[in-house]
């Protein structure tokens, strides 16, 4: 049997496409039903998020009619003509299979670098298929293992360290500054989606109050009350500036509205504690000459922009090691695979050794009539113990063939030597 | 009693050494563990040094602080025993990678003088006001020391977010507002010890004024203890109402202490002291 991913990413196709050929969480219950049935009862997960559809599937069928049922499940499902995506598929067997999903578990193929949120879509694709009853033996296996993948590339690897979206950074920033942000104090002036996004991370780490400074004072009204904040009009700015820890600067005027003297003045009034600014305006609205004053921390937008390019620098270098790390593990599952592959093989050999052992017993204990009971059953305890010896050495030995040499020239060579069925 | 003696110094010089290295492992892994490692290390290595004080002590029936070993020895147990201190708030605790390695070499310097001091008699402290007073000094440099190294800290990171740049300073580095807030508190302790010694020294120089002379006052490291205390005592009340923070705090701390063991090093080598800590017999 084999396993095998087939489906698209951001890597082959663009926005519009997966997009289209996307499975909604209502729809994966009753498409992995029906992929189920056609690939013949084969073990499969659907994974669709955003950047990717795939299709994991553990399968008997010939490699050709198996793309040809993909192709025809996504193009019904759908209702988008084969040629539209066909260019844009791709498919991996076995080992590569293997390691594309621990690659994308572990978020190395991911567009952000080392986000977190793939793991847990994996996660849900894989409860999703558990509960429809459509993962096997095979795909249990390989999902736990991508998952235990997945972690292990996070913890040994930085490939998740340092935030990589403006609002993130920002925070991060901040409680650099401040140990804690519970209690403090953040004002917004203007706004814009931008900087309500930093507001709401800051908020939900803690921030304690909100001022809301508008030129338009039924606007700050309403951006204030999400946030039980305090509407605050534009021209009493100066004398409420010194309340706030963070600044958060976003209007459209077309110069500098805060200057030195403004910071002079509140950094007076809030005893020198320190401030941070975020100016996410364009064009800016805090003079740079701010940045340069004892206790205030200034970022403009190109700043916070350069420090989640530097992020995802960072975390680039790191996908080296991580892909070591999935390397090994692939080998590994691997290894697992194709002993799983032996067992029917080794349930055989169980059967074939009893046979005899069951046949010469019974022909030696009716040589010995004189035995006792007691003596009877210490025979054949130990006819027991002497195949299940053999059988252990027996299988341990295969496995390590089964690892170094192509499992199926070895499994040929066992059933010889054992005489099992379907030897040829 | 003397081997032991040797062996309790030298033994806990390397653990010093080996939990400054610890800390540094800390620095290239992000491994929490090697900081509770350093951590050990760091309490093993003060044992060491006390047991060896000790041993000394007995054996000579009088408190040895009058050699460098001696006094190096307790100032990096005094040093350390504030670190512990400081690192019981988890928030701070990266910063034992930055309080180690001068620690470290404090006592590496202070073996290196040790096959000469250890052996020798350490000269007896004319009187329990004057032991007081060199232990009280040790204590509040000690506070001075740790707190300079966190405004060293405080520098760095202030710096490194005005430059924006990305390259954290180590792993979990405190925010600003934590070391501010430590400084303010090793300072805050700092200070009246060092006020306490300098009153103690004065009362002594009262009672014992025979010993050092009639211009004791004029002596170059007396009339800087009383500027330094100045110094001090200017800035712990300027950042106590809030008209100095933040960088500049930091640096006045730093550098105040640096001036300050730097002028005591140099008046120590001029041989400028006029304050003999023993009596005049020994």
């Known amino acids: ?424 | 009693m003397a081997i032991i003696t040797d062996i309790a110094f030298y033994v806990g010089t390397v653990l010093f050494v080996a939990a400054a290295l610890a800390a540094q492992r800390f620095v290239r892994s992000g491994k929490p563990a090697m900081l509770d490692i350093a951590e050990r290390l760091l309490f093993m290595g003060m044992a060491c040094l006390i047991v060896s004080f000790i041993l000394r002590w007995a054996h000579w029936g009088r408190v040895p602080l009058t050699t460098m070993t001696d006094s190096l020895g307790l100032f990096a147990v005094l040093s350390g025993l504030v670190v512990v201190t400081v690192l019981r708030r988890r928030e701070v605790r990266s910063l034992l990678y930055v309080y180690l390695p001068p620690l470290a070499a404090i006592c590496l310097f202070a073996a290196a003088t040790a096959h000469r001091n250890l052996h020798t008699e350490p000269k007896e402290l004319s009187g329990i006001l004057l032991i007081i007073h060199v232990g009280l000094a040790l204590l509040a440099y000690a506070l001075f020391f740790v707190a300079s190294m966190t405004s060293f800290v405080y520098l760095l990171q202030s710096r490194r977010l005005k430059r924006r740049s990305v390259a954290a300073f180590g792993h979990g580095a405190p925010s600003l507002e934590e070391l501010d807030r430590l400084l303010f508190r090793l300072v805050g302790y700092g200070y009246p010890l060092f006020v306490a010694t300098l009153t103690l020294g004065l009362v002594w120089a009262w009672v014992d004024r025979d010993l050092l002379g009639h211009y004791w006052w004029l002596a170059p490291k007396v009339i800087l203890s009383y500027v330094m205390a100045g110094f001090f005592a200017i800035t712990f009340h300027m950042r106590r109402v809030g008209r100095l923070r933040g960088p500049k705090l930091a640096t006045l701390v730093f550098l105040g202490f640096t001036v300050l063991i730097l002028a005591y090093m140099v008046l120590s080598v001029m041989n400028l002291r006029w304050h003999y800590f023993w009596s005049a017999g020994a």
């Open chain 1, 1 to 424: 049997m084999n396993l095998v991913v087939a489906g698209l990413s951001h890597h082959t196709s663009p926005l519009e496409l997966r997009e289209r050929l996307a499975f909604s969480n209502a729809e994966i219950p009753s498409a992995l039903l029906c992929l189920h049935k056609r690939l013949g009862d084969a073990g499969v997960v659907i994974l669709s998020t955003c950047n990717r559809v795939e299709i994991y599937a553990h399968h008997a069928m010939e490699p050709d009619e198996f793309r040809k049922e993909i192709r025809l499940f996504l193009s019904e499902s759908h209702s988008v003509p084969e040629e539209e995506f066909r260019d844009a598929l791709y498919e991996y067997e076995n080992r590569e299979a293997v390691g594309h999903l621990f690659r994308v578990a572990s978020s190395l193929d991911s567009m952000v670098v080392g986000e977190v949120q793939i793991l847990g879509q994996v996660h849900d694709a894989y409860i999703a298929a558990q509960a429809e009853q459509t993962a096997d033996k095979v795909i249990h296996a390989l999902f736990q293992k991508a998952f235990t993948v997945a972690k292990s590339v996070r913890t040994r690897t930085t490939i998740g360290e340092g935030k990589v979206s403006i609002s993130s950074v920002a925070v991060d920033l901040a409680q650099s500054i401040f140990q804690t942000l519970s209690g403090k104090t953040v004002m917004v002036i203007g706004s814009g989606e931008m900087a309500e996004l930093t507001l709401k991370s800051l908020v939900s780490r803690g921030v304690r109050s909100v001022l809301i400074v508008n030129r338009n004072p039924e606007r700050a009204r309403a951006l204030a009350e999400p946030y039980r904040g305090e509407p605050i009009a534009f021209e009493d700015l100066n004398d409420h500036l010194h309340r706030a820890e963070i600044v958060i600067s976003a209007t459209a005027a077309p110069r500098f509205i805060l200057h030195p003297a403004n910071f002079h003045h509140a950094l007076k009034l809030r005893a020198r504690q320190p401030m941070f600014v975020i100016d996410i305006a364009v064009p800016r609205d805090v003079d740079p000459a701010v940045g340069e004053i004892d206790n205030v921390y200034l970022y403009n937008i190109d700043d916070l922009e350069q420090v989640v390019a530097e992020n995802l620098e960072l975390r680039r270098r790191e996908i080296d090691r991580g892909m070591e790390l999935v390397e090994y593990s692939v080998n590994q599952f691997m290894q697992w695979k194709d002993v799983l592959v032996a067992e029917p093989t080794f349930v055989s050999m169980s059967e074939e050794l009893n046979t005899i052992r069951e046949r010469e017993l019974e022909r030696t204990l009716s040589a010995l009539p004189d035995l006792t009971e007691t003596q009877r059953q210490e025979v054949a305890a130990l006819t027991k113990r002497i195949v299940k010896s053999i059988l252990q050495r027996s299988v341990v030995e295969i496995k390590h063939e089964i690892g170094h040499h192509d499992p199926n020239t070895v499994l040929h060579l066992v059933k010889r030597f054992f005489g099992l069925k379907d030897a040829t």
